[in-house]
């Protein structure tokens, strides 16, 4: 208990100064306003910050579904008040000496705008899909491969949406519609348990592709972020994932590879188990993986969950030939504008394509078809990427 108060403490502090500072500012300019505003500001920020503070201390990790969801929409509202407010401040810091009206009505306008922009993300631009066509060229693909098409999906967390399939199943025709030759899904199928995706599994099962459609797990998987009575129980709850995704007709590749094979040539698509950077634990070996020797001829493409991965162990790697490696787990942060995003603090490699000096090893992240943590995309569009291969 004493952690969570402690970490929220400096956003308590920084949030009463904020509401201390638009009390005065409404004092100075508007007095007859001032006797209403002052009880209404002392008491919000009071009644505010308690509920932040009941918010964070909930304990998540042993709270039901529908808890975590409801925790997640009561953290948003908040910050949607307060980052709104926050702008505001600081554009009335900038304006503060302005003669002019209109520029002095600018931090009122900014921040009703961050308001409505959050609101838009929450409700509107999270549903907004956006098909991402990659024309992937290496000369190193066989040539029967040619014209390849493979449809990239990653981060459902289908628990966000509780047993509303609208939205995914609006991801499954708009990725069937694609026609691609290949769908991956690249992991973090379900928040924190397997019971999330019981409601979603005959909509999954719908997408199709000739050559199938293959996925790894993410760190989100594994119940990690799940209070269990028992190391059984959550061993259980890993069986499970992977029954349900062999009903949904899913070809899991937990540590594995498959080979794809059309006439002399061939293809090879490696799944690695989770392995990222910290806090996210390592569950994944590449060299388990693949059974061959990774420096061969053979043309690969590696799904992994966390591009860290690739940043770490692939990128300039001169024994290991992988062409292409698919990731996802970033989401961008849910907020971008194109390459614009805070996920650049935190992730070297959070969107789009990525190659090594020599162009030996590329990485794609995808930032997510779902959310987790915020409902919302501010930008950050939910995404597919459609692959076409060529040499």
């Not at 693949?290 to 690969?300: E, H, I, M, Q, V």
Request: aromatic share 12%.
């Amino acid at each position: 208990m004493r952690l969570p108060l402690l970490l929220i403490l400096p956003v308590l502090i920084l949030d009463a100064l904020v509401d201390w500072y638009i009390c005065r500012a409404v004092w100075r300019r508007c007095r007859r306003a001032a006797a209403f505003w002052r009880p209404f500001s002392l008491w919000s920020s009071i009644a505010l910050a308690l509920f932040l503070v009941v918010m964070i201390c909930w304990p998540k990790k042993s709270a039901s579904d529908s808890d975590l969801v409801g925790i997640m929409w009561a953290l948003f509202s908040y910050f949607s008040i307060y980052i709104s407010k926050y702008i505001g401040v600081l554009f009335d810091l900038v304006c503060k000496f302005a003669r002019n009206r209109v520029v002095r009505s600018l931090p009122i306008v900014f921040g009703v705008g961050a308001f409505l922009l959050m609101w838009w993300g929450a409700l509107v631009n999270r549903y907004n899909i956006d098909v991402v066509e990659i024309d992937y060229t290496n000369p190193a693909l066989p040539e029967a491969f040619q014209g390849l098409t493979v449809a990239q999906i990653s981060d459902l967390h289908v628990g966000s949406y509780g047993a509303d399939t609208a939205y995914v199943a609006k991801v499954v025709d708009a990725v069937n519609a694609l026609h691609p030759d290949l769908i991956v899904f690249t992991g973090d199928i379900v928040n924190r348990r397997t019971d999330e995706l019981a409601p979603f599994v005959s909509t999954l099962s719908r997408l199709e592709a000739p050559m199938g459609v293959y996925s790894i797990l993410g760190n989100h998987d594994y119940g990690d972020y799940y209070n269990w009575p028992s190391d059984e129980a959550k061993e259980v709850n890993m069986m499970l994932l992977k029954d349900m995704q062999a009903q949904m007709g899913w070809h899991m590749l937990n540590n594995e590879s498959h080979t794809f094979y059309a006439g002399s040539d061939s293809i090879v698509l490696i799944g690695v188990e989770n392995i990222g950077d910290p806090p996210f634990p390592i569950y994944g070996d590449l060299d388990v993986a693949y059974s061959g020797d990774l420096a061969d001829p053979a043309f690969k493409i590696l799904l992994s969950h966390n591009p860290a991965h690739w940043s770490a162990d692939i990128a300039e790697s001169p024994d290991k030939n992988i062409a292409l490696t698919l990731s996802g787990h970033t989401h961008a942060m849910q907020v971008a504008f194109g390459r614009i995003s805070p996920a650049v603090f935190r992730y070297k490699t959070w969107g789009g394509m990525y190659s090594d000096s020599d162009r030996a090893h590329d990485l794609y992240v995808n930032i997510g078809i779902g959310e987790v943590g915020m409902p919302a995309r501010i930008g950050a569009t939910p995404e597919i990427t459609l692959f076409k291969f060529s040499r």
